[in-house]
Nanobody, 128 residues
Framework: QVQLVASGGGLVQAGTSLRLSCAGS????????MGWFRQVPGKEREFVAT????????YYADSLKGRFTISRDNAKNTVYLQMNSLKPEDTAVYSC?????????????????????WGQGTQVTVSS
């Protein structure tokens, strides 16, 4: 079993940066892929980024590539999402997730069905 706790959300102005954290506990995350998704009311959960804990391979939503960066800290069992040049349309609840498959393909990484554990979300609100 894996427990995930997301943090770092808040209210920020457009153009600024924010870093989200997702701390894992319960089992080593070295056998997992870790992802970030976001959701706004009335819409489906949207893929943001994924990183393989084993080899560091990353995948990003095309629309976010270049502004968002996913990374991991093995020692802290934590995955981060650095979000730069934030826009009002980035406003959402951001959730982290873990997949038991450490080598997700690009397509698999984008599907919520690939993930086995989910943390609670953290709200990010970007004001214009």
């Amino acid at each position: 079993q894996v427990q995930l706790v997301a943090s770092g959300g808040g209210l920020v102005q457009a153009g600024t940066s924010l870093r989200l954290s997702c701390a894992g506990s319960g089992r080593t995350l070295s056998i997992y892929s870790m992802g970030w998704f976001r959701q706004v009311p009335g819409k489906e959960r949207e893929f943001v980024a994924t990183i393989s804990w084993r080899n560091g391979i990353t995948y990003y939503a095309d629309s976010l590539k270049g502004r968002f960066t996913i990374s991991r800290d093995n020692a802290k069992n934590t995955v981060y999402l650095q979000m730069n040049s934030l826009k009002p349309e980035d406003t959402a609840v951001y959730s982290c997730a873990a997949a038991r498959d450490a080598l997700l393909s690009s397509g698999q990484a984008r599907s919520t069905f690939s993930y086995d554990y989910w943390g609670q979300g953290t709200q990010v609100t970007v004001s214009s």
